[in-house]
Nanobody, 126 residues
Framework: QVQLVESGGGLVQPGGSLRLSCAAS????????IGWFRQAPGKEREGVSC????????YYADSVKGRFAISRDNAKNTVDLQMNSLKSEDTAVYYC???????????????????WGQGTQVTVSS
């Protein structure tokens, strides 16, 4: 069974950092794109950062450029999202997602998701 399991969410002060991790099982990330989406109350789902596994090309939403960094470990089938300089507007449920035969940019922009994780809550508040 394909599973994506997120971890690392929690409560953090503005300006702080969190590192989210997504562990994938039941499939290989080869020929896949994987990344992170988020959804806050009253807002549309947003593709935050996605990576194309085959060539490691990355996509970042404008709102997180320079603050977030996506990384992967193909041997472990994990992908992390390092979030720095967090702002209150980063508060959302963050979901790991993956698809096949599509680039990371397309995944994040189009949301053509094959599998979703359960989500992890990130709250940025003083």
């Amino acid at each position: 069974q394909v599973q994506l399991v997120e971890s690392g969410g929690g409560l953090v002060q503005p300006g702080g950092s969190l590192r989210l991790s997504c562990a994938a099982s039941g499939f290989t990330l080869d020929s896949s794109a994987i990344g992170w989406f988020r959804q806050a109350p009253g807002k549309e789902r947003e593709g935050v950062s996605c990576i194309t596994v085959s060539d490691s090309s990355t996509y970042y939403a404008d709102s997180v450029k320079g603050r977030f960094a996506i990384s992967r470990d193909n041997a472990k089938n994990t992908v992390d999202l390092q979030m720095n300089s967090l702002k209150s507007e980063d508060t959302a449920v963050y979901y790991c997602a993956t698809t096949f035969w599509i680039s990371g940019e397309t995944l994040c922009r189009d949301g053509k998701v094959n599998y979703w994780g359960q989500g992890t809550q990130v709250t940025v508040s003083s």
